[in-house]
């Protein structure tokens, strides 16, 4: 099922704070692991979920550019954390702190990716809000998927730039 046509509820799900969402993707992104946690919030079966591209729970409330920014820093072979609002099976969403690492192999190179994601505190989440919402609209202004999502690199660029900080600090300031 084409990810951007799934119905969204507007319903919010929550999961407790000592659980944690674990996923685990090969190099492209497929899904080669997910967690009973991941399954119930997300409302997925593994058989449903497993070899899935992990964009299958993007939810379009999510800015693209976060996303490039988040694979150019795991396939630098570095951690990220982040903000992501995802979107269930039957349209329902919810927010979590990501933190996605890359998985090495024993000769050193990346061989997946591993994904930990808890409950983000909610004032961090009410200040994501606009700001997800300013970049999905500036990446909406153009009609190419890719030259929207450069649009809204360029904005959180500018945005960090003038902050003085980068991506992580920007995340644990909220």
């Not at 084409?2 to 799900?13: N, P």
């Not at 080669?32 to 379009?60: K, M, W």
């Not at 999510?62 to 951690?79: D, H, K, N, Y």
Request: hydrophobic share 35%.
């Amino acid at each position: 099922m084409k990810q951007d046509s799934l119905f969204l509820t507007g319903v919010e799900r929550h999961f407790d704070e000592d659980e944690i969402i674990v996923s685990k993707t090969d190099l492209k992104g497929r899904i080669t692991y997910a967690n009973d946690v991941f399954l119930r919030v997300a409302g997925y079966h593994e058989r449903d979920i497993l070899g899935q591209p992990h964009s299958i729970i993007r939810h379009p409330d999510m800015p693209r550019c976060v996303f490039s920014l988040l694979w150019q820093t795991i396939e630098a072979g570095r951690e990220i954390f982040a903000y992501v609002i995802n979107r269930c099976s039957n349209g329902d969403h919810y927010w979590v702190l990501a933190n996605v690492t890359p998985t090495f192999g024993p000769q050193g190179k990346i061989i997946g990716y591993h994904s930990n994601r808890r409950v983000p505190r909610r004032d961090a989440i009410e200040k994501v809000i606009p700001l997800y919402a300013a970049l999905c609209e500036e990446e909406a202004k153009e009609r190419n998927r890719k030259d929207g999502m450069a649009r809204g690199t360029a904005m959180v660029g500018k945005l960090l730039g003038e902050a003085g900080i980068d991506y992580d600090q920007f995340v644990f300031t909220l």
